[in-house]
């Protein structure tokens, strides 16, 4: 399963997605299966790394944040099994990007998978405090959780969901 989380900057929450995702894999003991990565919509934090308020949650929650931040590219759209969104517009311009390349869409909100689904959208925390990035830590572990949850009963043929 190859799986990419997408947000506007891919310095805030997909790569905080990303991170907590791939720990949840290898805690559950699932590596070979699943392939992780993150991009962002927007091109403007090419080649830089996660912000720190990103890197520090994910530290203080013991997951390490790695890579740096790339734009989301057409072939992403063929190779990637599930895209993953943080909000309406990264759903928006995937959308478009597909169609453009006339590729099938396969996304997904994150909050899809959310118990507590609220907007259905993660915020985004740049432009806000600290508290913001504990509030998108503890929505995207819930999320994550439920998503690999989610996607080993697609791979394993149980569970008998859609
Ligand atoms: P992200 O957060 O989409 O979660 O990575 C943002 C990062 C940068 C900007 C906006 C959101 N920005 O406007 O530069």
């Not at 989380?5 to 805690?27: D, H, M």
């Not at 790695?66 to 928006?92: F, S």
Request: contains cysteine; glycine residues 8%.
């Amino acid at each position: 399963m190859r799986v990419l989380f997408v947000c506007l900057g891919n310095i805030c929450r997909s790569p905080l997605a990303e991170a907590v995702f791939r720990s949840l894999v290898q805690s559950r003991g699932l590596d070979l299966h699943y392939t992780v990565d993150s991009a962002g919509t927007g091109p403007w934090h090419t080649g830089q790394r996660p912000d720190w308020r990103s890197v520090e949650v994910g530290l203080r929650n013991g997951v390490q944040l790695t890579g740096r931040a790339r734009q989301v590219e057409a072939r992403d759209l063929v190779n990637c099994d599930y895209i993953i969104v943080m909000d309406r517009q990264n759903l928006a311009d995937l959308l478009a990007l597909a169609h453009a390349n006339n590729s099938p869409p396969r996304f997904r909100l994150l909050r899809d998978f959310d118990p507590e689904p609220g907007d259905s959208q993660v915020p985004d925390p740049y432009f806000g405090d600290a508290d913001g990035f504990d509030r998108v830590y503890e929505i995207v572990l819930r999320c994550c959780s439920a998503l690999l949850t989610y996607l080993e009963e697609k791979r394993t043929g149980t569970g008998g969901r859609a």
